[in-house]
Structures are given as structure tokens and as C-alpha cells.
């Protein structure tokens, strides 16, 4: 949980600790429903964002990389490689070449099954629910443009998959 906040952000966060067993319906990982309160979700955030600016030497190793794209995407995202960016917004659940967590799959994987078109996929992460009624996704606090990067990125997987075949 120590840079759970960089993961995962607060979006993410409140909608897991609310809806685990929506965001986790899929998953192996099998979270309870807790009955946690808004204002308990306002805390453990706070908690957790302060957990997360802790100096702890960049323990733990494997979540250094979202906590640099988490702050580097929105205000220099240039700074950042694609898979970067990808993995810093979506990688508290998607997974992309053994990165990240696979609670809502995989992007090759993903891309290789969705027919969405660029400006749909947009809308999906920004809203799911609004593309996919009932999607067990929470929205994403992603700029537009992030978002457009990101979904650039997921629909190149599948175009590389279509010319492979
Ligand atoms: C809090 C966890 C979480 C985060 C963060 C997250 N997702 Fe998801 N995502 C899911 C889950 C769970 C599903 C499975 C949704 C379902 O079918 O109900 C999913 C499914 C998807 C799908 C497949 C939709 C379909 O119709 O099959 C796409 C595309 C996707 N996510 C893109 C993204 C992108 C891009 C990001 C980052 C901007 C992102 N997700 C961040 C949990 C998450």
C-alpha cells in the first residue's frame, strides 16, 4: 500500500475501497466489502498520499515507475515514453508486458478484443459506464490528451496484432 496513491490515484482508490466487488469481479483478488463512509474514503486517502511521500529511499522498487509517471503525466508528459504514461494512468489495474496489475486485463489482450473506434475508446476511459453499461471500471481522471495518447497506444497493439496474423 505504500504508493498505493501514485497507482492507483484518489479516483481509483475511493471506487475499489466502495465497489470492491464490482472493480475486483473479474479478478482473483477478492477484496470485502468494508461499508466504508465518504468522509472514512476522504481519509484513507489523505493517509495514503501522505504514506506515499514518506522518504523511504524509493521502497518499493516495483511501484518507483508509477509514482515518476504519476507526476510527470499530466504536466510533462513529453518526458515520459508511452509505455510510461500507459502504465503510470492505467497500470493500478491493466497490465502491458509483465508491468503493472491485471485486475481489468491486459492491453494486448484488450486490444486485440475491442472494436472501439479512437473517439469511443476516449469516452470509455473517461466515463465507461457511458460506452459499457454496467462496466465494473471506475472513470479516469485523465486530461484529454493523456487520454488520447493512451488510447493511440491500445489501438497500435492492435494494428501491429491485424498486420502480424
Ligand atoms: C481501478 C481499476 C482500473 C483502472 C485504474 C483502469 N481500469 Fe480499465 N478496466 C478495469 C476493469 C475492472 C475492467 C473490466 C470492465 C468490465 O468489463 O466490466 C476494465 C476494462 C477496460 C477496457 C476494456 C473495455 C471493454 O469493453 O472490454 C479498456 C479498453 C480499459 N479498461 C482501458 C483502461 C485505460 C486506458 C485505463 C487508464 C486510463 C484504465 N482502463 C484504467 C479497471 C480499471
Known amino acids: 500500500m505504500t504508493k498505493a496513491f501514485y497507482r492507483l490515484g484518489e479516483g481509483n482508490i475511493a471506487s475499489i475501497v466502495q465497489h470492491p466487488e464490482v472493480i475486483y469481479r473479474h479478478s482473483f483478488r477478492k477484496m470485502p466489502q468494508m461499508g466504508v463512509t465518504e468522509p472514512e474514503v476522504k481519509q484513507l486517502i489523505a493517509f495514503l498520499r501522505w504514506v506515499g511521500e514518506i522518504e523511504n529511499r524509493h521502497w518499493p522498487p516495483q511501484d518507483e515507475k508509477f509514482v515518476t509517471a504519476f507526476k510527470l503525466r ?82 497500435s497493439l492492435k494494428v501491429t496484432r491485424e498486420v502480424r496474423q
Open 74 to 155: 499530466e504536466a510533462q508528459a513529453q518526458n515520459l515514453n508511452k509505455v510510461d504514461v500507459v502504465m503510470g494512468a492505467c497500470g493500478g489495474c491493466h497490465s502491458f508486458e509483465n508491468q503493472g496489475r491485471s485486475i481489468g486485463g491486459d492491453f494486448s489482450a484488450i486490444a486485440s478484443r475491442i472494436t472501439y473506434d479512437r473517439a469511443t475508446l476516449i469516452r470509455f476511459m473517461l466515463n465507461p459506464a457511458s460506452v459499457k453499461p454496467g462496466s465494473a471500471m471506475p472513470p479516469q481522471n485523465v486530461s484529454p490528451e493523456t487520454a488520447a495518447l493512451i488510447a493511440d497506444f491500445i489501438l
